[in-house]
């Protein structure tokens, strides 16, 4: 692999500040040809645990820093990651995927964490409360939760690791962190940038390893570990869940998705078709935002699927370090399997390709851009999160059903609302049972607002004032006569 700055190639766990070899190695491969890009080590459970304990004692001299010499440290990870962000973009799409100029947008969108989060842990405010009893005085204040364990998926592999760690880091929390096993080159850089920044031994630790299960149950049973954050799938989340509750653990988890993304007969054409391109083949259609489900409104149906036909024909399908190319390969060959099963699935039952419908196309983990028409709610397609370039139109005459169609699922993480009309888009955008709406718009997570699922799309929030929130216990102090 050909960087820069090839410090930031590291291959080896991250525990109390060393670098530290695993009993074995796992292969790291460029999921668009399959190269071999290097071996990094097999963390075990004891690793694990060696973290947690790390974590676990660095914590104490870490929480009594001020907020401003964490936010002093944070904000030279931050810099630290920018000043790298060519090389941190090359690794990120070199083991995962994403076109080259996606996977920048992925670094600056991960440091924005960092650098946010580090201001925002000046403003842990507690509060002065009116007493109840004239001879007592009572206030809040907000302390560190402690250790906090997370683990992460592939499909972001940086941004999806600040998110959680930028804000526990800030306030005052100690973190250990498992990547996926797909991805852990990013991560491990990312490790090597906090060391350079100064971040002290054991603040922030990181464990890469095959065995997820065995990794993941000291993540989320360990004693002396105070909450865990995770990111990855609504199954495994319920797993996870579960081993938390040995030991009521606090949980964030921010789970699968079913999107739906709703285009009324008042929309501009146009800006839908732009947000449907943006939210359906970002990442080839693998972040859990991405649109799953496409309700087109009976008398602009023919016109849409026209435009977003045209659109996707523009759609450039290669490896992510090639000129523009825009949509990827997915992440190994069982995600293009399962694409290619929705959409034999979907044709069975009666859609109609317009567009692509090609299996590896260019090779065995590509699937290639995909236009259907004639879907139904019950098709697999339309019940399951399909995590590929797959977009499938539906059919609506009527606001309010199609408001139940889109909330007919156990999901409830994003959903998409194109209209033009503000009194439609204010009622629809509040009827959607979703943490997230967006409203003529394809791309609206930022570092500065929340991002977090109902349902069975998780609980908490990431990002803005509640994804600080997350990581304080608020202390009820109370000072009798
Ligand atoms: P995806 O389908 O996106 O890979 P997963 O939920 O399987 O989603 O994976 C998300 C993260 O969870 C990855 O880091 C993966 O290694 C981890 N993971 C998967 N299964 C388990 C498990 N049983 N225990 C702990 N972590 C797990």
């Known amino acids: ?48 645990e060696r973290a947690v304990a790390a974590a676990s004692a660095a914590f104490p001299a870490w929480k009594s820093k001020t907020a401003a010499e964490r936010a002093a440290v944070l904000k030279r990870w931050y810099q630290l990651i920018m000043d790298n962000v060519d090389d941190l973009a090359r690794i990120l799409t070199l083991e995962q995927g994403k076109p080259l100029a996606e996977a920048k947008g992925e670094i600056v969108y991960g440091a924005s964490f960092i650098e946010w989060f580090a201001e925002e842990c000046r403003r842990a405010y507690g509060q002065t409360i009116p007493t109840h009893n004239p001879a007592m005085r009572l206030n809040t204040i907000r302390q560190p939760v402690g250790v906090v364990t997370c683990i992460t998926p592939w499909n972001f592999p940086n941004a999806m690791i600040t998110r959680k760690a930028a804000p526990a ?6 973190v250990v962190i498992k990547p996926a096993v797909e991805t852990p080159l990013s991560a491990l850089a990312l490790c090597q940038l906090a060391e350079e920044a100064g971040l002290p031994k054991g603040t922030i630790n990181m464990i890469v390893g095959s065995d997820a299960p065995a990794i993941g149950k000291v993540l989320t049973q360990d004693p002396r570990v105070a909450k865990f954050t995770f990111t990855g799938s609504t199954a495994v989340g319920k797993l996870l869940m579960a081993q938390c509750a040995s030991t ?3 949980m ?10 709703i285009v009324f007969d008042d929309a501009d054409l146009d800006t839908a078709v732009s947000a449907c391109v943006a939210t359906k083949f970002r990442n080839a259609g693998q972040t859990c ?9 009976e008398t602009v149906h023919d016109a849409f699927v026209d435009k ?27 995600a293009a399997e399962r694409v290619n099963t929705l959409v ?35 098709m697999r397609i339309a019940r399951e999160e399909i995590f590929g370039p797959l977009a499938p139109v539906q059919k609506f005459a009527d606001e309010e059903d199609v408001i139940r169609r889109a909330n007919d699922t156990p999901y409830g993480l994003a959903a998409y609302v194109m209209s033009e009309n503000i009194r439609r888009a204010n009622r629809v955008v509040e009827a959607l049972e979703y943490g997230m709406v967006a409203c003529n718009a394809g791309v609206f997570s930022t570092t500065v607002a929340p991002f977090g699922g109902c349902k069975e799309s998780g609980i908490g929030r990431e990002g803005g004032v509640e994804g600080m929130a997350e990581f304080y216990e608020t202390k009820y102090c109370c000072f009798g006569a």
């Open 1 to 48: 692999m050909q960087l820069a700055n090839n410090d930031l190639l590291k291959l080896h766990n991250y525990i109390g500040g060393e670098w530290c070899a695993g009993a074995g190695t796992v292969e790291v491969r460029d999921p668009a040809n399959g190269d071999l890009l290097a071996e990094v080590a097999d963390g075990s459970a004891a690793d694990a």
């Open 248 to 250: 009521v653990k606090k």
């Open 169 to 174: 880091l800030a306030a005052g929390c100690t």
């Open 252 to 261: 964030s988890m921010e789970l699968g998705g079913n999107a739906p993304f």
């Open 308 to 334: 977003l036909r045209a659109a996707m024909g523009e759609l450039k399908v290669g490896h992510g370090c090639d000129e523009g190319v825009t949509v990827g390969p997915l992440i190994h060959r069982r």
């Open 289 to 297: 935002v991405s649109t799953n489900r496409i309700y087109v409104h």
């Open 344 to 378: 034999r699935d979907a044709v069975e039952m009666g859609a109609k390709v317009e567009l692509g419908g090609d299996y590896r196309p260019i090779g065995e983990n590509y699937f290639a851009p995909t236009l259907l028409t004639g879907v139904s709610d019950e």
